[in-house]
Antibody, heavy 120, light 108 residues
Framework: QVQLVQSGAEVKKPGASVKVSCKASGYTFTSYYIHWVRQAPGQGLEWMGILNPTGGSTDYAQKFQGRVTMTRDTSTSTVYMALSSLRSEDTAVYFC?????????????WGQGTLVTVSS | DIQMTQSPSSLSASVGDRVTITCRASQSISIYLNWYQQKPGKAPNLLIHAASSLQSGVPSRFSGSGSGTDFTLTISSLQPEDFATYYCQQSYDTPPWTFGQGTRVEIK
């Protein structure tokens, strides 16, 4: 069965960086995109960016340009999302999700989420 | 960026009620519209893709309609497990693929 398993919760100080992993299994890794979506406490969903596991190309929301980097390791079917210059407003649950590219793009499987807390 | 606006932001309903949630796009997005359900502490779950296609495994009481700028998610007979927050998302053309602000469905 399709699974996306994310790394555990992180606590970081303002100005630091965080790297969250998302390990895919149960399907051909290079056949689907991976999206990252975050959710601040009590807030809605915010789309951050997309990675194509085939060539590693990425597209980021403008809000995160310059601070976010998405990479992948095809040997372990793992995608990484790194966010730098953290501030308190980055406190959120970060989700990875599998992106279906045929027809209308949609996110059909999601990871369990990783809580990143930014606090001094 | 395309803005997505959902209404209402929250609603109270009883088991068995018919519930309708609306999502409006700031420009035409054809049928590039998906609906998700999220329960507290859980990841979102895809309900509807391409505006009206029911995702595999989703109960038939959920349906979606619309095209262009106006879309609707309907729950024909609300069940206890349907109390959750619902989000629309557009995936038209190129990213960013923005979400609506969410609609919380609560028990009356």
């Amino acid at each position: 069965q399709v699974q996306l398993v994310q790394s555990g919760a992180e606590v970081k100080k303002p100005g630091a960086s965080v790297k969250v992993s998302c390990k895919a299994s149960g399907y051909t890794f290079t056949s689907y995109y991976i999206h990252w979506v975050r959710q601040a406490p009590g807030q809605g969903l915010e789309w951050m960016g997309i990675l194509n596991p085939t060539g590693g190309s990425t597209d980021y929301a403008q809000k995160f340009q310059g601070r976010v980097t998405m990479t992948r390791d095809t040997s372990t079917s793992t995608v990484y999302m790194a966010l730098s210059s953290l501030r308190s407003e980055d406190t959120a649950v970060y989700f990875c999700a599998r992106g279906v590219a045929a027809g209308v793009h949609n996110l059909d499987y999601w990871g369990q989420g990783t809580l990143v807390t930014v606090s001094s | 960026d395309i803005q997505m606006t959902q209404s209402p932001s929250s609603l109270s309903a009883s088991v068995g009620d018919r519930v309708t949630i609306t999502c409006r796009a700031s420009q035409s997005i054809s049928i590039y519209l998906n609906w998700y359900q999220q329960k507290p502490g859980k990841a979102p779950n895809l309900l509807i893709h391409a505006a009206s296609s029911l995702q595999s495994g989703v109960p038939s009481r959920f349906s979606g309609s619309g095209s262009g700028t106006d879309f609707t998610l309907t729950i024909s007979s609300l069940q206890p497990e349907d109390f959750a927050t619902y989000y629309c998302q557009q995936s038209y053309d190129t990213p960013p693929w923005t979400f609506g602000q969410g609609t919380r469905v609560e028990i009356k």
